[in-house]
């Protein structure tokens, strides 16, 4: 990986958490951009903040994937156990 290609996504990243932190806060917006240049640790906070977003948001495309598929499932279930209930009905 090019370093200017490292040094690009990283204030990508950087854009990112700042744009997040400040949607959540935007009255603070000013503030908040004079203590993310001024303190590494509240920088850090920002990209905790940011990537906790952008995990919540993979759990819930997931979670809506994995809900899709139980259905899907519980669909064929119900399919099968009725198919299943005919043949052995028609043993009576």
Request: net charge negative; hydrophobic share 40%; charged share 35%.
């Amino acid at each position: 990986m090019h370093a200017s290609f490292a040094c690009s996504k990283i204030k990508t990243i950087m854009k990112a958490e700042l744009f997040f932190i400040t949607e959540r806060f935007p009255e603070l917006k000013e503030l908040i951009f004079a203590q993310y240049e001024a303190d590494e640790e509240f920088q850090a906070l920002c990209l905790d903040y940011f990537l906790c977003l952008r995990s919540l948001d993979k759990w819930e495309i997931d979670m809506k994937q994995f809900k899709e598929r139980q259905e899907e499932y519980e669909s064929l279930k119900r399919v099968l156990e009725n198919k299943m209930f005919q043949y052995i009905s028609r043993e009576k």
